[in-house]
């Protein structure tokens, strides 16, 4: 089951536990919030599309997090006339995650828990088994020199020029 939903001005195909970024909301994180401009839904198969949207059905989500797209640069330049002019941007987005999309009258069955991927640890190696593994590895043969490459001879010099009498 899918929706197209219109958020902050743009329009958006959601899914129930996908991650969208949008422009800036007002809503601090961790906020639940819904959005009522259903556009489209697509229940298996079974279309509804709305004219302009559908009534009372919306899209609930959680904040997950605000934060800055990625720099664009904006550079303008007029040649042979010495002005160039260089600007940066960086957009002000919120990720929501996507709760579930409701159709009318319905209210949300049980809610996604977003998780923050932590650093996996790596399992420590006990000292001894660490130097049982060094002993038992096998030692690298000594490198062989490298054969240097044949040198290439020298451009040869033009004929000089003979004097005009």
Do not use: C, W
Not at 30 to 35: N, P
Not at 49 to 54: D, K, L
Not at 92 to 111: D, F, H, M, R
Request: net charge positive.
């Amino acid at each position: 089951m899918y929706a197209i939903v219109e958020i902050a001005g743009q329009q958006f195909k959601v899914e129930r536990g996908t991650k969208v970024y949008v422009h800036r909301l007002d809503a601090s994180e961790g906020s639940k919030i819904e959005f009522g401009n259903v556009l489209l839904i697509d229940n298996d198969g079974a279309i509804q599309v709305g004219a302009p949207s559908i009534d009372g059905a919306k899209v609930a989500a959680t904040v997950l997090s605000h934060l800055k797209g990625d720099k664009v640069i904006v550079f303008k330049k007029k040649r042979r006339k010495g002005y160039q002019k260089s600007n940066g941007h960086r957009q002000q987005l919120t990720q929501i995650l996507i709760q579930g999309v409701l159709g009318k009258g319905e209210t949300l069955k049980e809610e996604i828990k977003h998780e923050a991927k932590a650093p996996k640890a790596k399992p420590v190696k006990e000292e001894a088994e660490v130097k049982e593994a060094k002993k038992a590895a096998p030692k690298k043969a000594a490198a062989a020199p490298k054969k240097a490459a044949p040198k290439k001879a020298a451009p040869k010099k033009a004929a000089p020029k003979k004097a005009a009498k």
